[in-house]
């Protein structure tokens, strides 16, 4: 019995341990710069206050930067999970020839980085005139081999029986894909769309590289920006990187479980 | 009535294609092509065959980029799978607390690497950050933890570990929660004590899962990128610059656009290699 009580409290010392950091930024977000950059610093401060999140909105690129990425992740996410969603009901759902090698060839595009592609990426949409844009953000993410295997997995496990129905009441493929399968999916397509959004929201490199008038920079750059322009204003910055991660914080406390699920069935990085 | 099969295919799987195709299969063969040229933003096109690679082998900025990347690799890879491990036999055990556990050890892997980066620059900050605030507390000496060369990539490896060590807790935990209760029932019948069930038991039938995240970390750690760019911006000296970073700043600082789809095709081999391996051993497992 002492043994477990012993577990117990190592555990919450842990989990304390992984807390901090986040505590750390939320704290330092209420202080003033005074408080801050200070030898012995408060652990919590006397005198919160909200000036850095006041500043962050009113003098800084902070809002736009924060549409800017809702207008991406959004896109993204819709056109992600309704083209994915559309192979996978070919791959899963229709029998023709070579369907096994169109599910391969769609799954070997997760062996290739995306990190090796951005020299090319940056010159193709120069070419295309879309450099610059959030088009030029949201266009390469659009086809998520993993959210394809995710549906394809889920779209298989669906009984046959409600398809022929639907099909001998002379429904086509379209409605049966809008009206029978997108339900019964249900599942895999919230996972699909969190993990999707999740990805775009937090994407960096690409935007970093696309993009480099201010005013259309997404907040995973803007934030990193931030370091160049505000230097030490530490309380600032901590200030913008909470709102940066509002929504994904929003995201987890509501879908926790189907986050969860989504990296235990596919073992995604991002 | 399923006349059309393979037409109603087609049409369903086109718009993935159509954007697979232009963004994903035509950028890599165009990285191919690039990497035979020299070509200068300024200047045109020139062929010049396989010099880029030769180049790059002889660049001791690329060296160094490749040798940091593969010190961030060999660094992270067992620190972020043990602690994920560790992580998952934590919350998998009958603790009260489990459940928050895992919760709060998932949660920084929701953030994005800059906000990552910008956390943990202020944590480390020499002066002012909490961590030498609390070394000096206890009587010990601050330490350089971004600005000294020897330091700055241990320290990104930990920012590192704090990030994803939640995403291979996942994977663990899944995996453990596949191993029946009877196999550890009869081994405790057995009389068998905690520390050989996890050596005997809870670690061989995990590995299939300990593959999968080996793998998966040793791929995300070659694209590193973020937590140097954020933290260090390639520094102190050059200490903490990865291939991703150098093949950035070549392609967009320096403008040598095929010197940089040379280094890019080199990564990209480096991942797919890593990737065969993959695939290799998990065909032999069936």
Redesign the interface.
């Known amino acids: 019995m002492r043994r477990k009580h012993f577990?117990?409290i190592a555990?919450?010392l842990?989990?304390v341990i992984?807390?901090a950091?986040?505590l750390?930024?939320a704290v330092?977000s209420l202080k003033t710069e005074k408080d801050?950059?200070?030898?012995?610093?408060a652990i919590f401060t006397t005198l919160p206050t909200v000036a850095n999140y006041i500043y962050a909105f009113s003098r800084t690129g902070i809002a736009r930067w924060l549409l800017n990425s809702t207008i991406v992740s959004v896109v993204t996410t819709v056109l992600t999970v309704?083209?994915?969603a559309?192979?996978a009901?070919?791959?899963a759902r229709?029998?023709?020839?070579g369907?096994k090698a169109?599910f391969i060839f769609?799954l070997a595009?997760m062996?290739?980085?995306?990190?090796?592609?951005?020299?090319?990426?940056?010159?193709?949409f120069n070419a295309m005139g879309l450099i610059n844009s959030l088009a030029a953000v949201i266009?390469?993410r659009?086809?998520m081999p993993i959210g394809?295997f995710i549906l394809v997995q889920f779209f298989k496990g669906i009984p046959a029986a409600l398809e022929e129905a639907a099909?001998i009441d002379g429904a086509g493929?379209w409605r049966v894909?809008w009206s029978v399968i997108l339900p019964l999916g249900k599942a895999a397509i919230v996972t699909v769309t969190i993990l999707s959004f999740?990805n775009a929201?937090?994407d960096?490199?690409w935007p970093?590289?696309a993009v480099s008038d201010t005013a259309k920079y997404t907040?995973?750059?803007g934030?990193?920006n931030?370091?160049g322009t505000h230097g030490t204003e530490?309380s600032l910055?901590?200030a913008g990187?909470l709102v940066?991660?509002a929504p994904?914080?929003a995201?987890?406390l509501g879908f926790?479980d189907q986050?969860?699920k989504g990296?235990?069935m596919t073992?995604?990085?991002g | 009535m399923r006349h059309h099969n393979s037409r109603d295919a087609m049409l369903f799987s086109l718009p993935f294609l159509v954007v697979y195709a232009l963004f994903l299969v035509a950028p890599i063969f165009y990285g191919i092509y690039l990497s035979f040229f020299d070509w200068n933003v300024l200047s045109g096109k020139t062929f010049i065959g396989f010099r880029n690679f030769v180049d790059a082998f002889h660049d001791e900025k690329f060296l160094s980029s490749l040798l940091h990347t593969c010190q961030f690799v060999l660094l992270s890879t067992p620190a972020t799978i043990i602690v994920g491990f560790l992580m998952a036999l934590a919350v998998v055990a009958p603790f009260r607390m489990g459940k928050t556990a895992e919760t709060v050890f998932f949660l920084p892997y929701i953030f994005s690497i800059t906000v990552v980066g910008t956390l943990w620059s202020w944590i480390f900050q020499k002066n002012f950050g909490i961590l030498n605030q609390v070394l000096v507390a206890l009587g010990i000496p601050g330490v350089g933890w971004l600005t000294d060369p020897s330091v700055a990539m241990h320290s990104i490896v930990i920012a590192t570990v704090w990030w994803t060590a939640g995403f291979n807790m996942i994977l663990f935990s899944a995996g453990m929660k596949q191993i029946p209760e009877e196999v550890y029932e009869s081994a405790r019948l057995d009389g068998a004590g905690r520390l050989t069930i996890l050596t005997k038991i809870t670690i061989p039938l995990l590995r299939d899962t300990t593959i999968l995240v080996l793998i998966l970390q040793i791929i995300a750690s070659f694209k590193v990128f973020g937590q140097s760019y954020v933290m260090t911006g390639g520094g102190p000296y050059g200490s903490t610059r990865v291939l991703v970073q150098y093949i950035y700043e070549t392609g967009f600082s320096y403008f040598k656009m095929g010197y940089a789809s040379a280094m890019s095709v080199i990564l990209f081999l480096i991942i797919l290699v890593i990737s065969v391996v993959q695939f290799a051993v998990a065909r032999d497992e069936k």
């Open positions: 577990g117990e555990l919450a842990v989990v992984w807390l950091p986040v750390w930024l330092t801050v950059i200070v030898d012995h610093p309704a083209i994915d559309m192979i009901f070919a791959i229709i029998r023709f020839r369907s169109l769609v595009g062996m290739v980085p995306f990190e090796a592609l951005i020299i090319q990426l940056y010159l193709q266009l390469p659009l086809a394809v099909y493929r894909f999740i929201w937090n960096f490199l970093l590289v907040i995973t750059v934030i990193a931030f370091q530490y910055i901590m990187a940066a991660s994904q914080i995201l987890f926790r986050i969860v990296i235990a073992g995604i990085k």
